[in-house]
């Protein structure tokens, strides 16, 4: 079951670029001609973590939860295990260095930006992590995150120093709508995180907010969550809802993912 897939960014001589995917359980194939054919990156499974990787629902198995090629560095690709590990490759899957110590655990959501070269942010199930050189080691600056089990994360095209995150306080109120109680944070630089939620809908029976941004529109962050699409053109202080008509039964039972494409 295919449970990931990310796009590099440098394109091939073909002009293919090179897409990435991540199934469960946990393995990431590479295709480098559109999809036509796949190589399984099997190192991967020999990294010493291997062995504890475990998705606490399901505890017999585990999966690539998020796929991230770094939008800086060709070839640089981070994958998310759910749940066990924050890996790296640094040659497009050829060699694969484990987690490191102080590391994310739980990566639901990680992201890199193209004017911090070498950072990456995560909002994983074990709290906030930031690192700026490229995993090597890792930061958690969580002062003013009242609540630690985060989903999603979103940093301002223009500015690498804002972030977005979504959050609750576990699992059992973030993704069903009948027990939800959803937030988001905003922060900027070394400041404290705060929430954001001017605009968007109370927090009670609102599932945790998926993130988007599209390089062309600077100070611009989209959420998606059971109660809406919305926009924020002030990279996260204030949101509206988007007037979007939904097929049925729509975002009635939350997000797993929203996209921004040019054009």
């Known amino acids: 079951m295919v449970t990931a897939v990310d796009v590099g960014h440098a394109e091939q001589a073909d002009g293919f670029g090179v897409v990435y995917a991540g199934t469960e359980p946990s393995a990431v194939f590479r295709s480098d ?19 504890t990787w475990s998705f606490p629902p399901r505890p017999q198995t585990h999966h690539v939860r998020w796929i991230e090629a770094d939008v800086s560095v060709a070839d640089r690709v981070f994958v998310a295990i759910e749940a066990g590990a924050l890996v790296r490759t640094f040659d497009g899957g050829r060699i694969w260095r484990d987690r490191v110590r102080g590391g994310p655990y739980d990566t ?11 950072r990456i942010y995560s909002a994983a199930g074990d709290g906030y992590y930031e690192s700026t050189d490229a995993g090597d080691s890792w930061r958690s600056p969580e002062d003013g995150l009242k609540h630690l089990y985060l989903v999603g994360v979103a940093v301002d095209p ?3 120093d804002t972030v977005i995150v979504s959050a609750t306080d576990g699992p059992g109120s973030a993704y069903s709508p009948r027990g939800a109680e959803a937030y988001v944070y905003r922060k900027t630089g070394v400041q404290r995180w ?6 968007l809908p109370g927090a009670k029976a609102t599932t945790v907010s998926r993130f988007a941004t599209h390089a062309g529109e600077p100070g611009v962050i989209y959420a998606a969550n059971n109660r809406g699409l919305f926009r924020s053109g002030d990279a996260g202080r204030r949101w509206k809802p988007m007037d979007l008509p939904w097929p049925g039964p729509g975002l009635a039972d939350g997000v797993a993912a929203v996209a921004c494409l040019p054009g």
């Open 194 to 199: 705060e929430q954001s939620m001017s605009g």
């Open 158 to 160: 223009a500015d690498p």
């Open 108 to 118: 639901h959501t990680a992201m890199t930006h193209p004017f911090a070269p070498g």
């Open 33 to 51: 001609n559109g999809g036509d054919s796949w190589v399984d990156l099997a190192g991967l499974r020999a990294l010493r973590s291997a062995d």
